[in-house]
């Protein structure tokens, strides 16, 4: 990248958005500060150790060295950016709706700190609701107005679409990039930003390498508000998919098909895709249930029934309930049985267990009487800190977590459980009841080991 086409980017929030935009922007060479407030997490990013877990991190916090600077402190670091990038998190609230409240307070100390002549465009990155882009400008010239200053501020929504497990990928590799934004100059400004990705001309980091074939992903230019909506659009009509197939998934077994070669036949079919017709356990993580939940929050507020994606919320609640009835229909009791959980986190190349199938399934099944052994690759200690109350019992391994145990129930797809010694694993059960809550394994070959074998819509 030449020197004048660098931009300096500061990005407020360090969690999975943030960090990986930031290590990516600085990869492709342009100067990054990363702030957050938790000095804690800035201090082990400044020592080079990842605070999340997402695959090819580390390597690229080696490799981009001192392009990106982690600070705590937003104030000294803001006039004279090029473009400022919000990425703070939006969690839910019992009633659905977001809570911006970290939003309006990073775009209160914007407000607070910006000087006009020297004024980054501001960036929500953050999923966010319909009207944030103009709530955070309304902020910041409320604060400006406290300040007596006049001038002109510019605010772009640019949702992101990448997910986690795949975080780095997703950034370097999109499908698309939208910008909404009523300002030219600002989307001018943030097609600089993303040139070498819109372009694909930087050298692929070792560690993420640029697909076969990829093809260049476009820049969508759009209003804030449906920049806004595009995002929102676009995770429930994934959460729908996945639910939709989770509902025929019931009815294949119901008439003895096989979803999976169901999803196969619909999804060679290009205007279904094959993507996202997985059945199993349902849906979870920090997206899909927060946003579906603050898009049916939105539609009630504008008095518009998102009947669907109601429908796609409830199936995912029920598919849960699945995996316990399938349960009970092999072990027939659950209460003083030990059943095995493989997987906590809610897909696999992840340690976030938020929303996970998991932590309702273990729930559930203590609250049954059940004993309960636990064992995930990664996410025990997520486990743990969030979770010290419950009464579980924790296993190093997968053949551990089998061991005495009446039931396995595979919650998260991870590469490694399709390769376990099941066949040791079997001999070591009580009894041998295995459901597949991810449909990972081979039916035929488990029964062969002698397990009842149940898996999702097979
Ligand atoms: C999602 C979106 O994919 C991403 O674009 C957005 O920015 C954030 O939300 P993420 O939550 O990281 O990303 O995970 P994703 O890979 O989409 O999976 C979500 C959930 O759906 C997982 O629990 C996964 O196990 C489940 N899933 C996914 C299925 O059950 N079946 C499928 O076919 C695909």
Not at 116 to 128: F, L
Not at 204 to 219: D, I, N, Q
Not at 363 to 382: C, F, H, Q, S, T
Request: net charge negative; charged share 25%; hydrophobic share 40%.
């Amino acid at each position: 990248m030449r020197e004048s086409e660098k931009l300096k980017v500061v990005i407020v929030g360090t969690g999975y958005v943030g960090l990986t935009t930031g290590m990516a922007l600085a990869y492709l060479g342009h100067r990054v500060i990363c702030v957050d407030r938790d000095s804690k997490i800035v201090e082990k990013l400044k020592a080079g150790i990842p605070t999340i877990y997402e695959p090819g991190l580390k390597e690229l916090l080696e490799e981009v060295g001192s392009a990106v600077a982690f600070e705590s402190d937003l104030v000294p670091v803001l006039n004279g950016s090029d473009v400022a990038i919000i990425a703070v998190g939006t969690p839910s609230k019992d009633n659905g709706d977001t809570d911006l409240s970290f939003v309006e307070a990073v775009a209160r100390e914007i407000g607070r700190t910006l000087d006009p002549e020297k004024s980054p465009v501001i960036v929500n990155k953050s999923t966010v609701p319909i009207g944030t882009a103009r709530r955070v400008e309304t902020v910041i010239r409320e604060e400006l107005e406290r300040r007596e200053i006049q001038g002109r501020i510019s605010v772009a929504s640019n949702p992101e679409f990448l997910r986690e497990g795949a975080a780095l990928h997703d950034t370097f590799y999109p499908d698309r990039i939208v910008v909404g934004t009523e300002d030219i100059g600002a989307l001018n400004l943030l097609r600089q930003m993303y040139a070498p990705i819109l372009e694909q001309t930087f050298t692929p980091p070792p560690a993420v390498p640029r697909p076969e074939g990829f093809s260049l992903p476009a820049l969508v230019s759009t209003s804030p508000t449906s920049a806004e909506l595009i995002k929102y659009t676009a995770n429930a009509f994934l959460a729908m998919k996945i639910s939709f197939i989770n509902e025929f998934a019931t009815i294949a077994e119901k008439v003895g098909a096989d979803i999976t070669e169901v999803a196969k036949g619909i999804g060679l079919d290009k205007r279904i895709g094959p993507g996202f017709l997985k059945a199993g356990a349902g849906w979870g993580g920090s997206c899909f249930p927060k946003d579906v939940r603050s898009i049916l929050f939105t539609g009630r507020q504008y008095n518009c029934e998102l009947a669907l994606v109601q429908a796609a919320l409830e199936v995912n609640r029920l598919q849960r309930k699945k995996v316990i009835e399938k349960l009970q229909g092999l072990l027939k009791v659950i209460r003083g049985s030990t059943v095995g959980i493989l997987g906590l986190a809610f897909k696999p190349n992840t340690d976030d267990i938020r929303e996970s199938p998991a932590i309702d399934v273990i729930a559930e099944l203590l609250d049954m009487g059940a004993r309960v052994k636990i064992y995930d690759p990664v996410a025990m200690e997520r486990y743990h800190q969030s979770y010290p109350d419950q009464q579980v019992v924790y296993c190093a391994t997968a053949e551990e977590t089998a061991r005495d145990s009446d039931a396995l129930v595979l919650l998260t797809d991870w590469d490694q459980f399709s390769h376990l010694p099941w066949e040791e694993m079997a001999a070591s059960m009580g009894s041998r009841v295995l459901v597949d809550g991810r449909n990972l394994l081979d039916g035929e070959k488990m029964r062969a080991l002698g397990f009842a074998y149940s898996g999702i819509g097979r």
